[in-house]
Each structure stands twice: as C-alpha cells, then as structure tokens.
C-alpha cells in the first residue's frame, strides 16, 4: 500500500491528492495519481493620509506615486507604479495569497516625512477574499510669507498717508494652485502697514510676487528674484519690494501784453497738487507771486512725478483777458523731462487822460498869449508808478493850446493832476477830484485845471483944497494912470493892458472918473 503526499506545495492555498493512497495489486500495475494545487487570489490596497498643520492646504485630488514589488516563491508576480490619493487608494490584485509586497513611494508631493503602516513590506495572507491595506501617510509642514514694501527716491517723502500699494502672490504645491493663493491680493499701506505676513503655506511651495499697483513708481525692485521657495520654520520667507519715485518741478511764466506795467507790478497765482488723491503738503495750494520785470518765472517743486496740478490765478491786476496754458490740470514728469512749464498771459487795455486848462474870472483877459501852464500827471498802477508818469509834465499855453492828451495808460491806473504854477491865479480847481482811474479804452479821462483870475477897477475923484479951492471948482484936469502886472502875473513886471492911461478929471465932480477894469493887485 503506497500513500502520496506533496512536501513542497510552493505556496498553494490548498492540496488535493487524489487518490491520496493505494495498493499494488499486480506486476507492472501504473496508477495515476493526480494533485491539484490551488492559489487563493489576493489584493493589495494603498491608501493615502494627509498629516500634519499643512494638510488642509493640500488638494484633495492630488495624486501620490508609489513604486510596487510583489514576489511568491521567488517569482516576481508585480512590478510596477501606482497612483493613489485621499480617498482613491491605488490596488494591484490578481496575486497569490502569501506574496510579499513592497510600496515604495516615489512622489511624497513635497512631504517632510512618509510612512508605512504596518509597514512598508507586508505579506498578503488573511481571511477569503484577502486584501492587505498598507496605510502610506504623509506629514506637511508650513511655513509663513513675509511681504515688505519699502518707498526710496527724491519723492517717497511726498507720498501721502494712507497710499495704498497691492502686491498678488501666486503660489503651487506639487504643480497645483494652493487654495487662496492662486493668487491672493496684499495691500501695503503708508505709513503704518507696510509689511504684511501670509499664510499658512505647505513647506516648498513656490510662490511668485507681483505688484500689481505701484503708484507710479519710477522703478520697482522685488527682492529676492522671483519665484521664493517656502521653508519651515518660525521664520518667514521675506521679499522686499521697492519702489523708487522720483520728483518733478513746474515753472510758472508770466507774459504780459497790451501796456507796459510798471516794475513791481506783482500778479499772484495758485498751485493746487494733489497725488495719489491727496493734497501734496505744501501744494493745497502754493502762493506764488510773479513780478515785473525781473521776477516773471517761477520754478516750484520738488512734486512727485505723476502728480496732477492746477494753477489759478488770484491777483491778476485787473487784466481784461487771462489765458492759462495749457488750461487743465498738468501732470509732473521726472527730472529728465525737465520741468512742467504752465504760461500766464495776461492782456491789459490802454486808456488816455486829457488834461484841459481854463482861464476864468474878469481878470481872465489880461492873460497874455503865449502863457505857458505847467501841469504834472503823476500815476500809479497796482501801487507803482508807472514809466514815464512818475510824473509826467504836460505843458498848457494860452490862447489855443490850452488841452492835451496822454497815455497810453493801463486800465485801472490812478493818476493825479497837480499844477505846479499857478501863473498869478488867485484860485486854481482841478476837477474832478485827484486821483481819477482810467477806466476806458476809447474814451479819455477828462481833467479840468481852472485857474480863476480876479479883476477890479477904480475911479479918480479931484480934489482941490486952500482959500483959493472955489475957485477950481469945475476946472478939469488932465491925471495920467499907470497901473503895473502884478508880480506872478504872467507877463509881469510891465503895464497892465491900456495903461498908462490919461483922464480928465473935474474937480470936485462926484463920482469921480472911472478907471478900465485891471487885474486884481
């Protein structure tokens, strides 16, 4: 009797000898003996845990790569990637119960640690059907961006408070967007908030740093170059970016036409600036005064460059017409444009005085021809004399040349008329009353100079006297006159007209005998 048995089954999950035994009944007898291996199926599961603070931040469909060997009795029965994920664990089946797997992950997406649990071999064995699960997780740690904005230039102490400046930062993990940052928007505030720190962000994410509002900023420098690679620990990963500003200036030009202004006429205009939205300090706004002749530009600043200004003016002098080029507001360039150039023309009318003389009163007549009345015209414009009135001498002569006219004279300048000799009037009136504003362009002012000359006359009365006086009475007598210009009479010393003068006279006639009239003294 024989019994069969298989010492060496090579991992089969069961053995089946049929028949197990027999007996040998005859010579030469073949029995067939028949054993049937059987291998069980089994799987291997690879499942996926995210650990650690920066787990949230790892996307759920990231896909993690492990590399798979599985071996039964020597033999390689797998060999090859697989892919898993949160909750999409990756399987190799088809494989005998009793092999031996390895899980080797080759893509950790970044993670600072790995682990296998149970381990990372394991021998695929347990209850029908089997499927052994090795638990791969992975540890995230995070790390902080630090942003600082730092403002340089000329112009960076002219920015005002509160300018806002926006930076976005781009971030990925493993080549996918982290959530919040694909991108986030940072602002950076003067003067108070200019470093912002953000985060959490997984260990060795790649983040970018654009700004995306500068201010306009000549220049910005974002240090480190870009992109920066997120590191743990307590320390953030910094980046500093810089914006340089530069500053402008304006030049104000005054022109001036139509009259000739005297020096010291002053015009006064003011510069609004405001940048970023806000009053430029010391721009809100400037008084700049402009000054004939020497004073008639002006350079201000320093401005910041893209600032935008308005210039008004508030003194203009009574000008009939003010251009301002250009009219809108101007923008402020930098240093190498030169400056912004605004031109404030102011255009002035022309008027004229006419001064007349008049000759009044009964002594009037005696006034020989060919007097000469000397008057000053003295006049002032924006409290300045003005050229060639400071004063000017206008000269009267009598009988036919007795008005003059001068200018041309700025609209709005007062003038005074004086006479500076009276020429023996015993009254002299200028009307209307001193000083007088020109104030038309095409019709002169009018001054009036009297000058009032008083006249009187007298009677010659004969009287006779002694024991002897009847006899007389009623004689006539022949008396000559001789009257003399008084002193500061034109024409004088010398007779007055008509003298001397003979009269006959009857003594002790009453009234006596009339003299022509003579001027008074």
Request: proline share 10%; charged share 15%; aromatic share 4%.
């Amino acid at each position: 009797k024989c019994s069969v048995g298989e010492s060496d089954s090579n991992g089969a999950s069961m053995v089946e000898i049929s028949p197990d035994s027999f007996v040998v009944e005859q010579p030469d007898q073949t029995v067939e003996v028949t054993v049937t291996n059987t291998y069980d199926p089994a799987a291997l599961r690879v499942l996926k845990v995210v650990d650690g603070p920066g787990s949230p931040l790892i996307p759920a469909d990231t896909v993690f790569t492990a590399q798979v060997t599985c071996t039964f009795e020597n033999q390689t029965t797998f060999d090859g990637e697989v892919q898993f994920g949160v909750g999409d664990p990756g399987l190799v089946t088809d494989q005998p119960v009793g092999a031996e797997c390895t899980v080797t992950e080759t893509d950790s997406q970044g993670a600072s640690n790995v682990t296998y649990t149970p381990g990372q071999t394991v021998t695929l064995t347990g209850d029908d059907p089997v499927s052994v699960d090795v638990t791969v997780t992975n540890t995230f740690p995070v790390g902080n961006l630090a942003l600082t904005k730092v403002v340089d230039g000329p112009g960076a102490g002219l920015l005002p408070d509160g300018t806002v400046f926006e930076a976005e930062v781009d971030c990925t993990f493993a080549g996918n967007p982290v959530a919040g940052f694909d991108p986030l928007l940072v602002q950076l505030t003067t003067p108070d908030a200019l470093t912002d720190v953000v985060g959490p962000l997984p260990v060795g994410s790649t983040c970018t740093v654009t700004e995306t509002v500068d201010n306009g900023a000549a220049m910005v420098e974002i240090d480190p170059p870009q992109p920066v690679t997120i590191v743990e620990g307590e320390t953030p990963v910094a980046v500093t970016l810089t914006n340089t500003f530069e500053t402008g200036e304006l030049t104000l030009t005054k022109s001036v036409t139509g009259a000739d202004l005297p020096d010291g006429t002053m015009f006064t205009v003011a510069v609004s600036c405001s940048y970023l939205g806000a009053p430029v300090a010391g721009f809100d706004p400037r008084t700049v005064d402009l000054v004939t002749p020497d004073q008639l530009s002006v350079t201000v600043g320093p401005l910041p460059v893209g600032a935008e200004c308005a210039v008004t003016e508030t003194e203009d002098q009574g000008a009939s017409d003010v251009v301002i080029d250009p009219a809108d507001p101007v923008s402020v360039v930098g240093p190498d444009q030169g400056p912004v150039e605004v031109t404030v023309t102011n255009t002035f009318q022309t008027g004229e005085l006419t001064v007349s003389k008049v000759l009044a009163g009964s002594g009037a007549q005696f006034v020989p021809d060919g007097t000469v009345y000397t008057v000053e015209v003295d006049c002032t414009f924006a409290g300045n004399p003005v050229a060639g009135f400071d004063p000017a001498t206008v000269n009267l002569t009598a009988p036919d040349d007795l008005s003059a006219t001068v200018g041309p004279l700025p609209l709005g300048a007062e003038c005074t008329v004086t006479e500076t000799d009276p020429q023996g009037a015993q009254a002299v009136a200028v009307t209307p009353d001193q000083p007088v504003t020109i104030t038309e362009a095409d019709t002169p002012v009018a001054v009036t100079v009297t000058n009032t000359y008083l006249a009187g006359s007298g009677e010659v009365v004969k009287v006779v006297d002694g024991p002897l006086a009847d006899l007389a009475v009623g004689s006539d007598f022949e008396v000559t006159v001789d009257c003399q210009l008084p002193a500061g009479f034109p024409g004088a010393p010398a007779p007055v007209p008509g003298y001397p003068l003979a009269l006959t006279v009857e003594a002790g006639a009453t009234p006596g005998v009339p003299g022509p009239v003579s001027p008074f003294g």
